[in-house]
């Protein structure tokens, strides 16, 4: 195998003014004002109670939900001339679910595999990078096992290996260490903040645990729909 060169990844610079988004026609104003910037290599951390807009934010910030007002600007480029989400999501972003949703027919490795389909990596590559990524989490033996079958944990794990197989410049992890145990759950923010392939990606991670917050390099209240600039 070729080793592959050094990484030059760099985190991407975010930067969200005013974002909002409501459900159910308006009666459900899930976030009312998102201001946030996130510098190149910087995690953030957003904390706040339950329903207060977290996930619908992290779902704004990863193209997946359209604002409805505001503007949302990666790298200087305004997101809606970034072209398709799809398309950002699979160069750009890494994405760990507050649900995980794997797809419980294939296997951990399969589900890992997923986002590099379209990459320019070979078959024989991206094998092993998913490889790699199962063996750092010490999931190499789970590797066949359906994901239907793996314990909650297990779960998370492979959506975080499923997240970081594709060396993301941005990472946003909606409570990852939610369902594991306090060894799982370090072994995993180690991985999210030092992720396989080198470089430092921006990070904004959702979480109701101080202890997990506090690897953050700031930790941002969120209440009622509104993150404060
Ligand atoms: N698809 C949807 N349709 C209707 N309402 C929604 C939808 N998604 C979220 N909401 C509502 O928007 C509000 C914010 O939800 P969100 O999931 O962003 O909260 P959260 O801060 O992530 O909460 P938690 O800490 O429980 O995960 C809640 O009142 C929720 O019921
Ligand atoms: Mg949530």
Redesign the pocket.
Known sequence: MIPEPPSLRRGVHLLARGLGRS??GGL?P??RRADLEVQPGEAVAIM????????????MLALLEPPEVGELVLDGVPAARLGSGERVRRELVGIVF?FHYLLPHLSAAENVLLPLAGSALSAQQRRERVAELLHALGLEHRARTLAARLSGGERQLVALARALVNRPRLILA??PTGAVDSATGKLLLDHLFAPAGGGTPSIVL?T?DPAVAGRAHRVLP?RD?VLPA
């Open positions: 459900f159910e459900v899930a976030v706040g109670p339950t329903g207060c807009g977290k996930s619908t934010l992290l779902a507050q909606d409570e959702v109701h969120m729909g």
